[in-house]
């Protein structure tokens, strides 16, 4: 197993093309990261294509869903950099088509559960496999992995329900993995993001619109992806040295009942 060649921690961010995950890979560049991002290969940012042009950052193009893709993500980011530090899961798709629950197909429900959680539990159980194994870098531990959940974890939509599944089923799996990595002193922690301006909320931009206007988020507004990198740069900086497992919500409190 590979031994620090580097004083520079490496990141490897599922979905780093466009949104939340690309905000993240700008957000750890800028704090020391080497950062390699897994995506298909369909991303017109222009900011995106920049980086990767510029080889700032390092493209693996594929399916997060495939196994074969996940192997070359980790292999590449190990051949590239020697080692893993942070594994973000950002990685996340809405049903293609919003159907309620009573209409639900389970080609949809497979294709939303294959990535939003089969994927990031696989993934993680074979990068958690080289971060124990690997020495830790100076001041930092010796791995970290991020998931990210979701605020409909806990709200219900009736019409994307494989969605909400998936999103709990991440919550538990942060726990599972905080529990079994804690020995090794590696880190596990979950950001819930709530209503954020991305490619995956256009399609109901107007129902936001509302829903905040109607005053339904505490912080007035929509989230932006840098909300978000801003929490995961947080917590990779590794300082939380007594914590694993929390949840750390990006939502404007929009989770807070409030009568
Ligand atoms: N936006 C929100 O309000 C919100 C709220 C709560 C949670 N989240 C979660 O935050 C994460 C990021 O979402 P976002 O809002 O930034 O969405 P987004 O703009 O749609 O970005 C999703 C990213 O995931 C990648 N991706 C999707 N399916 C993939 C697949 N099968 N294989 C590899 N990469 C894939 C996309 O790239 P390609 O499609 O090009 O592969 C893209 O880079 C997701 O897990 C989402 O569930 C978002």
Known sequence: MSQPTTTQPTAVITGGSRGIGLAAAQR?????FSVVVLSRPTSTDPDFTELVESG????VAGDIASAEARAELVETALEKHGRIDLLFNNAGMAPLTRLDILDMTEESYD???????????????????VMIEQEPLEGRPPGMIVNTG??????????????????????????LFAVRLAPHGIPVFEVS??????????VVTEKYDTYIAEGHIPVPRWG??????????LLAEGRLA???GD?????????????
Do not use: H, W
Request: proline letters at 4%; a positive charge.
């Open 28 to 32: 750890l560049l800028a704090d020391g």
């Open 56 to 59: 700032a950052i390092t493209f």
């Open 111 to 129: 294709r939303v559960m294959d990535v939003n959680l089969r994927a990031p539990m696989f993934l993680t159980q074979r990068v958690a496999r």
């Open 150 to 175: 979701s605020a409909s974890a806990n709200f219900v939509s009736t019409n994307r329900g494989e969605y909400c599944l998936s999103k709990a089923g991440v919550s538990m799996m942060t726990k």
């Open 193 to 202: 993001p709530g209503v954020i301006k991305t490619e995956m909320t256009k």
């Open 224 to 233: 932006m992806p840098a909300d978000v990198a801003e929490a995961v740069a």
């Open 242 to 244: 007594y914590s694993t």
């Open 247 to 259: 949840i750390i919500y990006v939502d404007g409190g929009m989770r807070i009942p409030v009568l």
